[in-house]
């Protein structure tokens, strides 16, 4: 049984990821699971009345709560836990298939920390590309969602929209760890789908492309369509040109590139096309 956590804030995007998780694998059980993050920064009392101030002399300072702010965050936090059960219930109405048990957890604290701990236990997590602030520049994601996207140790699909389509996935290839994940993540989850295979791999990188090569030659037995593309410039933008002309309908991409520095940092590729993506991005770590 496929084991899937949505992140779900509110947002129309976060609903949309929602169902998209629900039509991922319609030939497997799958648990799907959605999870609202009540983040408790929103709800406190400012740090100001909390009696943890000091003045420049090091004595204590404490500001006294006006009873009327105080009802106020109360009435907030309540707020709160009502809109988190109610989007909760909401995915449990959902139409979904008979495979899909679902299932909804409201936890509180900082959202992208939470939810990390929370997803570690599932075989994907599925978010929103933007969320509460959506109205906002198309080329920017969400900070959570930005934030889950480099920490995750699960993968992670970004969501655009509420269908997802697996008839033409591209994978964006480079010298890798994570790019060789990706090409793992497809062959052992997403190959049965049949599709098209599109490979897009640097100009030049002959042992890099027959590695791949002895990868895919398996899947190459049956009648799916396998391509491996060299690119002479940046795989970043011929990934994107490809989507704008209707070439790919999914990315799979390695979180990292082969220069990583560290585990927070992104590969360059992988951020350009999350950012410009309007289809599904499946991110490998």
Known sequence: MKKIVVGIDGSKESFDSYKCAASLFPNEEVSLNSVFIRDERKTQIPFIYSGAAYDIAYERLYIPVDPQLAKTYEKLKEDNKIFADKCIKMCENIETGEHVKKSGTVLEGEPAEELLNFSKNFDLLVLGQRGENAAYVRELIGSTSEDLIRKSLVPVLICPGDIINLDKILIVYEDSIS???????????LSVYNGELTILIKERYDELSNSVSQKVMKLKTSERNITIEHCKGSL?????????DGSIDTFIL????????????LGSSTVHIIRKSSLPVFIIH
């Open 179 to 189: 790019s060789e994940n990706a090409l793992n993540y497809y062959i052992n989850h």
């Open 236 to 244: 970043a933008n011929k990934a994107i040109e490809m989507m704008e």
């Open 254 to 265: 390695g979180s990292h590139g082969k220069h990583k520095l560290t585990e927070y940092l």
